[in-house]
C-alpha cells in the first residue's frame, strides 16, 4: 500500500517526464523512469505507468504538428515498430536492464557530444547525413525494442530525425505522430505481456492531471525556443539522458 508521499512523488516524475516531452518532444521516459526506480517503484508498474502516460501525451499533442508530419518515414517507422516490439518485451524478462541502459547512456553521451563539437567546427554543414529512406527502418526495429522493454521508442527515433537534420517543427511533429502510433502498439504490448498491475492504472489515474497540466506548460515554453538555438538544446538535452542513464538507480 503506498503512502499519500510516495504516490505525489511518483505523480512529479511523471509531470517531469510529461513537461520535457511536450517540450522538445521526448525524453520523457528516459527522464521519469530513473526518477521512479530512485522511488524504488517495481519495473513492471513503472514501465506499464510511463507508457500510458506517454500515449495520454502523444493524444494530446500529435494533432498541433500534424502537418509538419512526414508521413511516409511514420508508416515505415510504425511497421518497424511491430516488428521490434516483441523482441523488446523478450529483453525486458531476460537481460539485465543495468546493462541495456548503460549502453544506451554511453551512446546518447558520445553521439551528442560529437554532434555537438560538429555543429560548431561545421556551422554551414546543412545536409542530412541519412539520405537513404532504407535507414528508417532499422531505427524503427530499435524503437519497438527499447520501447517495448523500457518505454525508450523515442531515442532512436531522435538520433534518426538529427541524422536526417530535420526542422523543430517537422522534428516534433513526426515524432509525435510516431510515439502516438508507437504507444498504442506498445502499450497493448505491455497489456498482452502481462506488465499492468493495478498499482500502474492507479498510479496513471492520480497522473492525469499533472499530465494535462505539463502538457500544457510544455507547449506554452516550446513555442518560445528559438529554431537556431533548438538543435544545440537537444544535443545537450541528449548527453544530460546519457548521463542520467549511468547514475546508479537502486
Keep these: 500500500m503506498m503512502t499519500i508521499s510516495s504516490i505525489l ?7 517531469i517526464g510529461a513537461l ?11 527522464v521519469s523512469m530513473p526518477l521512479l526506480a530512485l522511488l524504488h517503484i517495481p519495473l513492471n508498474t513503472s514501465v506499464s505507468l510511463i507508457g500510458l502516460a506517454g500515449l495520454t501525451v502523444a493524444s494530446l499533442t500529435v494533432v498541433s504538428g500534424w502537418r509538419h508530419i ?14 521490434g516490439i516483441p523482441a523488446g518485451l523478450a529483453l525486458l524478462h531476460y537481460a539485465p536492464s543495468m546493462i541495456i541502459t548503460s549502453a544506451l547512456g554511453v551512446f546518447l553521451m558520445a553521439y551528442g557530444g560529437y554532434s555537438l563539437l560538429k555543429q560548431k567546427l561545421f556551422q554551414a554543414v546543412d545536409k542530412p547525413l541519412l539520405t ?21 521508442n523515442g531515442v532512436p527515433v531522435v538520433v534518426y530525425g538529427t541524422l536526417r537534420r530535420w526542422s523543430p517543427d ?18 497493448t504490448g505491455h497489456a498482452l505481456g502481462g506488465l499492468w498491475t493495478a498499482d500502474s492504472l492507479i498510479l496513471y489515474v492520480y497522473s492525469i492531471p499533472a499530465i494535462l497540466l505539463a502538457t500544457g506548460l ?25 548521463v542520467l542513464l549511468l547514475l546508479p538507480h537502486r
Excluded at 537513404?132 to 525508450?152: C, D, E, I, T
Excluded at 509525435?176 to 506498445?186: C, E, K, N, R, Y
Design 170 to 187: 517537422r522534428f516534433r511533429g513526426t515524432l509525435q505522430a510516431h510515439f502516438l502510433i508507437s504507444g498504442i502498439l506498445v502499450v
Design 9 to 15: 512523488l511518483v505523480v512529479g516524475a511523471v509531470f
Design 70 to 83: 512526414e508521413r511516409s518515414v511514420i508508416i515505415r517507422l510504425a511497421l518497424a515498430t511491430v516488428i
Design 218 to 242: 510544455g507547449i506554452f515554453m516550446n513555442k518560445r525556443i528559438p529554431a537556431k538555438k533548438f538543435e544545440s538544446y537537444l544535443f545537450f538535452i541528449i548527453i544530460a539522458l546519457g
Design 132 to 152: 537513404s529512406k532504407g535507414w528508417v527502418w532499422p531505427f524503427g526495429f530499435a524503437s519497438g525494442v527499447l520501447g517495448s522493454a523500457y518505454n525508450f
Design 20 to 30: 520535457m516531452r511536450t517540450m522538445f518532444g521526448f525524453g520523457e521516459a528516459i
